[in-house]
């Protein structure tokens, strides 16, 4: 810093390393700093950064950035290459991005960024996490960055995976590699169930391709085919590989090609590939072609011989029949095996073969699974006497079986019976072990499927209303323990518990969670200063917005316009869009296109909550053709809003007006097309599903 005889001042940077332009940033602030070191391989600045007056919110993120710079050294046994990294909260308004891994800048979200002391462990769970994967992108990413767009999922795979394995390990008592089956590899593996799904490797020219590729294949699922690597290898070797890829291509550019050759050079150093097999053609059958197997296990009567079959598997029934095939590793769990191939192959099954048999000795009263907590990235299919054993174990002793692994057979048998391979009676016998049961796990799976299975239903009253009555059976020892706010969390997933039996209760017209939602909605509406504090209180709110009559959609939207507090903001936000009636829903809108009020995330909100929103939509769009660029920013964020409400649709009546809507804005014909056929996935479902639903439902309702 040099001062000159004028009163000017000359600012010199260090230089920088060779690097992407886009991950160059300058912040300009008058931001309150707090500042420590880590120390592992050198001495690290590291800085946490925000508005002054949320500068008491900065300690956590501080703490944990010191944990993980430190993590990431330590894991990859290789130096972060500058002498400091900043991370700085941006208001939520100003910042489109969720966090952005400038290289030594990263800046955040202020919501995904901010931990007040008030703050529960789920809150903690996503700022650490988040932390995580914007530090991993220091070295994938930045350090090493991918040739081309088409291989972004060298960056966000390694990303995803270590959002979870690097913050379980800094932060233990937060149990977030266990959330990788729920949560990641769940979510890919429906996603990539489509027939219109792509590659992890894409190629793609254009700006607008390649802002498609920021998916759920370039993270989720990039992520669980490495974490699959990650056990199949071994973790020893695994990293060994990908300390090998750091050392060789640290500040170049890297193809796939170069990732595979050093995870060869680490598998058989240690000899960890079946000998007519090579990293490059394992992974190119993962990162080459779409879509995910589904294992079909058939075990043979009177012997040892175990059938397995691979095929591709797809959410609804396919007109045409597919060849693909994969390398898939086995892993497996039976009593005797003593837990030695959960996470170590105990075959592979070789890409060009559809079948395999293996000789597993199985005692008459194993346990017997594949792919226990779902290690590799398939889904697992039995035959019906296996399931029949495994639904006897559930009823008998569950807790023989860990909570994620219940999630996972829920989560199997419940997309297996929509897609016509196995029979809903045998899913809804799955998941109806939950009626005693508690564990998060085991109903986070079962969550995102009941939300599924809601949302199909909701074209046929009669089987919705079937149901409904199920699940007020289904849910109630669940909401017993977790459905009053006045419930102290003694556990790290208790929170997360409790908003699945708060959400599932009142969706469903459960009476006590109806009351608790109108009396926090009196609560709200008679304070001075309406502010929502938590989840938990705005999934109330939302639910008695749902059905009250003379919301105050003014107090609501004065709320929004000087709330400051990211959080808050959001919640409020999301509360915004559970108004139920036309009229409420087009005096939101008006407010917020007055105000210029992030009318584009505002949408997206109303898109996750239901389809009853699409007519005001469209409406919308249609009155707002000359102002789309003011509502929308970039035509990444309207493909996000169409991409939300195709999700949510699952009628020809609403999926005509999703096609209206399309010729309204400046959508490609092949994004379109994509929608399109995605719409009419969900369509085909009903055709074939729903009879058979409802017969079951009506079982269950006798």
């Known amino acids: 810093l040099i001062f000159s005889p004028e009163g000017k001042k000359l600012v010199t940077f260090q230089r920088t390393p060779r690097m992407q332009t886009y991950l160059l940033a300058f912040l300009v602030s008058d931001y309150t700093v707090k500042r420590d070191f880590a120390n592992y391989m050198k001495k690290i600045t590291v800085q946490s950064m925000s508005r002054p007056t949320h500068a008491s919110q900065l300690s956590f993120s501080l703490d944990a950035s010191v944990k993980l710079i430190d993590e990431l050294q330590m894991y990859f046994d290789h130096p972060y290459e ?47 996490t988040i932390i995580a994967h914007e530090f991993a992108h220091q070295f994938f990413g930045n350090l090493m960055a991918p040739k081309w767009w088409s291989y972004l999922w060298l960056n966000e795979g390694f990303a995803t995976l270590y959002e979870y394995y690097l913050a379980d390990r800094t932060h233990p008592h937060l149990l977030i590699k266990q959330r990788f089956s729920s949560g990641a590899l769940q979510t890919a593996l429906s996603a990539d169930a489509s027939a219109t799904i792509r590659s992890m490797t894409h190629y793609v020219e254009t700006v607008p391709e390649t802002n498609r590729l920021f998916d759920r ?13 990650h056990y199949a290898l071994g973790e020893a070797t695994f990293v060994k590989g990908l300390k090998h890829y750091i050392k060789q291509h640290q500040n170049s550019v890297v193809v796939p090609q170069n990732l595979f050759d050093s995870l060869q050079k680490a598998a058989a150093e240690d000899g960890m590939l079946p000998a007519n097999a090579s990293m490059t053609m394992i992974m190119e059958s993962w990162s080459n072609q779409p879509g995910a197997p589904v294992v079909t296990i058939t075990r043979q009567t009177g012997t040892d011989d175990v059938l397995f079959e691979q095929k591709r598997f797809f959410s609804t029934t396919q007109s045409t029949e597919n060849n693909q095939t994969w390398w898939i590793p086995i892993f497996m769990y039976t ?8 996470k170590s192959p105990l ?96 109903w986070k799976s079962a969550y995102r499927n009941i939300l599924e299975l809601e949302k199909m239903l909701t074209v046929d009253p009669e089987a919705l209303d079937l149901f409904r009555k199920y699940l007020l059976e289904l849910i109630d020892t669940l909401y017993a323990d977790y459905g009053t706010e006045k419930r102290k969390h003694h556990h790290t997933n208790d929170y997360d518990a409790q908003l699945i039996a708060v959400d599932l209760a009142c969706r469903i017209g459960q009476q006590a969670c109806l009351e608790q939602a109108m009396s926090k909605l009196n609560v709200l509406q008679q304070r001075t200063t309406l502010t929502i504090r938590s989840e938990a209180e705005q999934k109330l709110f939302c639910h008695a917005l749902r059905t009250a009559k003379g919301v105050d959609v003014d107090k609501l939207t004065e709320a929004f316009e000087v709330e400051d507090d990211a959080r808050s903001r959001r919640y409020l936000m999301d509360s915004l869009a559970c108004v139920g009636s036309r009229e409420e829903q087009e005096r939101v809108m008006a407010f917020l296109v007055e105000q210029n009020q992030k009318v584009d995330q505002f949408l997206e909100a109303v898109a996750e909550q239901s389809g009853s929103w699409i007519v ?22 309207m ?61 269950y309702a006798l």
Not at 217 to 229: N, P
Not at 408 to 434: K, R
Request: a negative charge; hydrophobic letters at 40%; aromatic letters at 10%.
């Open 347 to 442: 075959f592979w099954i070789p890409q060009g073969s559809k079948q395999v048999t293996h000789k597993i000795s199985i005692q008459q009263d194993d346990v017997f699974l594949i792919n226990p907590a779902q290690t590799g990235y398939y889904r697992v299919n039995y035959d019906q006497q296996t399931w029949n054993n495994i639904i006897d174990r559930l009823r008998s002793n569950p807790t023989s079986f860990d909570a994620v692994i219940r999630g996972q057979l829920i989560d199997d048998s419940m997309n297996l019976a929509n897609a016509g391979l196995l029979s809903h009676d045998t899913a809804f016998q799955i998941l109806d072990h939950l009626r005693n049961n508690t564990d998060f796990f085991a």
């Open 82 to 128: 500058m002498s400091k990294i900043d991370s700085v909260g941006i208001p939520n308004n100003d910042f489109a991005a969720g966090a952005m891994e400038n290289w030594g800048l990263v800046t955040y979200r202020e919501s995904y960024f901010l931990i007040t002391e008030s703050s529960n462990d789920n809150s903690r769970r996503s700022v650490s």
């Open 616 to 637: 005001s939509i469209f409406d919308l769009l249609s009155r707002e053709q000359a102002h789309l660029d003011d509502i929308f920013g970039s035509k990444r964020s």
């Open 335 to 342: 009593n005797s095996s003593g837990g030695w191939y959960e």
């Open 217 to 229: 294949i370039a993270y989720e699922k990039s992520g669980s085919v490495l974490r699959m690597m």
């Open 639 to 699: 493909e996000k809003l169409l991409n939300k409400l195709a999700d949510r649709i699952v009628d020809q009546l609403n999926a005509e007006r999703l096609r209206q809507m399309m010729m309204i804005l400046p959508v490609s014909s092949s994004f379109a097309a994509n929608i399109n056929s995605r719409v009419e996935e969900q369509i085909r479902w009903q055709e074939h599903n729903l009879p058979l639903v409802r017969r079951i439902l009506q079982q």
